[in-house]
């Protein structure tokens, strides 16, 4: 093992040399989410060329694929979101293990505390990825028990994506062009009313049916605002049956069941819904501003006058969820000093196409592209600038994945069964008290 490490320096010292075609044609896999779009973006060379998540990271790796002088080739492998995780947990036994993954920042410690993954930092040395450009946060995000283990690659946030025309036609534009949006409980279903009786049309769609758990994101987004930890810093304790959720939880249901949104739509439905021009606000992430945007642009949707809202502070300061997408390099034995070269050399073109990237409409986490007036001029940024401030993520625990799905269940029984928010939020403490209490 010695020997390899040896060996793996030495090409990393070769290929920073800038000593082009040193290693010969080498493969390496690369796993990830973001859907197949081979069929629109399988040949475009050039990122700046691609449009929304899965064409941008498709476009990417082809343009590295063709650019890079160590002859280098990305293999992408594609899962489906929800069996992500899952997936890649197998590959540990199976012997397939990827060289570069993707990771969200609320999933690092499982696989980090079980020393599943590469300590980066001096990697990230040896090939010139300078630290010290990412935000705070972002780095923090990156790095469990103090060693770093991912490169990150935004902060991702819940949003208003906003429906003008509908909201005009409503009466909840101002005179200066921004949108009138509620800033509390009574004056969200008040407008809400309103917004239906004026248009006949949902005040807000949402993903309400499945696993993507949109309106747990909107609840811990509204316990933060109330100034309560949903998990405390230290990942042993949740608040969750509290009066706070209950009013949170409470505010939820009465937007479904006053008929202000549509039960029955999940994760493609609501941004279809929205497109179609059947609703107001749609709630949703970051990722989504580049294509509504575009989609509005292209005259094809529904959908015209497009705008992007900060979450606005309902219950109080305007805090919403926030998480991260990073690429981490698994554990792998069996890797060679070519193929960590190969994989190092990848990330690093990631981290420097990171103004791509934030293309989608993600928030960048690089300082030198925040501050570049390339992603000042990229559409609806000043819209949700705040949104970098407010961006508030649960602690860094073990199986955090897991306490989201506990939470959802119980969540959207509310709505999908009429459970009434007292008896959701108590499922749901006790669901999530089980999974800490097996963390400890």
Same mark, same amino acid.
């Given at each position: 093992?010695?020997?390899?490490?040896?060996?793996?320096?030495?090409?990393?010292?070769?290929?920073?040399?800038?000593?082009?075609?040193?290693?010969?044609?080498?493969?390496?896999?690369?796993?990830?989410?973001?859907?197949?779009?081979?069929?629109?973006?399988?040949?475009?060379?050039?990122?700046?060329?691609?449009?929304?998540?899965?064409?941008?990271?498709?476009?990417?790796?082809?343009?590295?694929?063709?650019?890079?002088?160590?002859?280098?080739?990305?293999?992408?492998?594609?899962?489906?979101?929800?069996?992500?995780?899952?997936?890649?947990?197998?590959?540990?036994?199976?012997?397939?293990?990827?060289?570069?993954?993707?990771?969200?920042?609320?999933?690092?410690?499982?696989?980090?505390?079980?020393?599943?993954?590469?300590?980066?930092?001096?990697?990230?040395?040896?090939?010139?990825?300078?630290?010290?450009?990412?935000?705070?946060?972002?780095?923090?995000?990156?790095?469990?028990?103090?060693?770093?283990?991912?490169?990150?690659?935004?902060?991702?946030? /819940? /949003?208003?994506?906003?429906?003008?025309?509908?909201?005009?036609?409503?009466?909840?534009?101002?005179?200066?062009?921004?949108?009138?949006?509620?800033?509390?409980?009574?004056?969200?279903?008040?407008?809400?009313?309103?917004?239906?009786?004026?248009?006949?049309?949902?005040?807000?769609?949402?993903?309400?049916?499945?696993?993507?758990?949109?309106?747990?994101?909107?609840?811990?987004?509204?316990?933060?605002?109330?100034? #309560?930890?949903?998990?405390?810093?230290?990942?042993?304790?949740?608040?969750?049956?509290?009066?706070?959720?209950?009013?949170?939880?409470?505010?939820?249901?009465?937007?479904?069941?006053?008929?202000?949104?549509?039960?029955?739509?999940?994760?493609?439905?609501?941004? !279809?819904?929205? /497109?179609?021009?059947?609703?107001?606000?749609?709630?949703?992430?970051?990722?989504?501003?580049?294509?509504?945007?575009?989609?509005?642009?292209?005259?094809?949707?529904?959908?015209?006058?497009?705008?992007?809202?900060?979450?606005?502070?309902?219950?109080?300061?305007?805090?919403?969820?926030?998480?991260?997408?990073?690429? #981490?390099?698994?554990?792998?034995?069996?890797? =060679?000093?070519?193929?960590?070269?190969?994989?190092?050399?990848?990330?690093?073109?990631?981290?420097?196409?990171?103004? !791509?990237?934030?293309? =989608?409409?993600?928030?960048?986490?690089?300082?030198? #592209?925040?501050?570049?007036?390339?992603?000042?001029?990229?559409?609806?940024?000043?819209?949700?600038?705040?949104?970098?401030?407010?961006? =508030?993520? /649960?602690?860094? #625990?073990?199986?955090?994945?897991?306490?989201?799905?506990?939470?959802?269940?119980?969540?959207?029984?509310?709505?999908?069964?009429?459970?009434?928010?007292?008896?959701?939020?108590?499922?749901?403490?006790?669901?999530?008290?089980?999974?800490?209490?097996?963390?400890?």
């Amino acid at each position: 093992m010695h020997h390899s490490k040896l060996l793996a320096r030495l090409a990393l010292a070769t290929a920073l040399t800038g000593v082009a075609g040193t290693a010969s044609a080498v493969e390496i896999s690369f796993f990830r989410f973001f859907g197949d779009c081979q069929t629109d973006y399988g040949t475009v060379m050039k990122a700046s060329e691609a449009n929304g998540e899965c064409g941008i990271i498709t476009a990417l790796t082809n343009q590295f694929n063709a650019e890079n002088t160590i002859g280098a080739k990305v293999v992408t492998q594609t899962v489906d979101w929800g069996a992500y995780y899952d997936q890649l947990t197998a590959t540990y036994s199976t012997g397939n293990i990827p060289d570069v993954a993707v990771m969200h920042s609320s999933v690092l410690p499982n696989f980090s505390d079980r020393d599943l993954l590469v300590p980066l930092a001096d990697g990230f040395a040896n090939v010139g990825i300078d630290t010290a450009d990412f935000v705070p946060a972002a780095l923090k995000n990156a790095t469990t028990n103090d060693t770093l283990y991912a490169l990150p690659y935004d902060l991702h946030a /819940l /949003l208003f994506h906003v429906n003008v025309d509908l909201m005009a036609q409503a009466g909840f534009v101002n005179a200066d062009g921004s949108i009138k949006l509620p800033t509390s409980p009574e004056e969200l279903i008040a407008m809400g009313k309103e917004f239906k009786e004026k248009t006949g049309k949902f005040y807000i769609a949402s993903e309400s049916q499945s696993s993507e758990g949109m309106m747990v994101r909107l609840w811990e987004s509204f316990m933060w605002q109330q100034g #309560v930890d949903v998990l405390s810093a230290d990942g042993k304790t949740a608040s969750i049956n509290t009066p706070e959720g209950e009013k949170a939880a409470a505010l939820i249901k009465a937007i479904y069941d006053e008929g202000l949104a549509n039960t029955a739509l999940d994760y493609p439905g609501a941004e !279809q819904a929205f /497109l179609n021009g059947e609703a107001g606000i749609l709630i949703n992430g970051t990722w989504g501003v580049d294509n509504y945007d575009s989609q509005a642009k292209s005259g094809k949707a529904v959908l015209k006058n497009y705008a992007v809202a900060n979450l606005p502070g309902i219950f109080g300061a305007p805090k919403v969820w926030a998480d991260s997408h990073m690429w #981490v390099m698994p554990k792998d034995e069996g890797r =060679t000093p070519e193929e960590t070269e190969a994989a190092l050399a990848f990330i690093k073109f990631l981290n420097d196409n990171n103004f !791509q990237w934030a293309r =989608t409409g993600h928030l960048s986490v690089r300082q030198s #592209v925040i501050a570049s007036p390339e992603f000042a001029a990229l559409p609806h940024r000043s819209e949700y600038a705040a949104t970098a401030d407010n961006a =508030t993520a /649960l602690p860094v #625990v073990q199986n955090q994945r897991a306490i989201f799905s506990a939470m959802i269940t119980d969540l959207n029984a509310m709505w999908l069964t009429g459970t009434e928010p007292a008896d959701a939020l108590a499922a749901m403490q006790d669901g999530v008290d089980q999974i800490l209490r097996r963390n400890r």
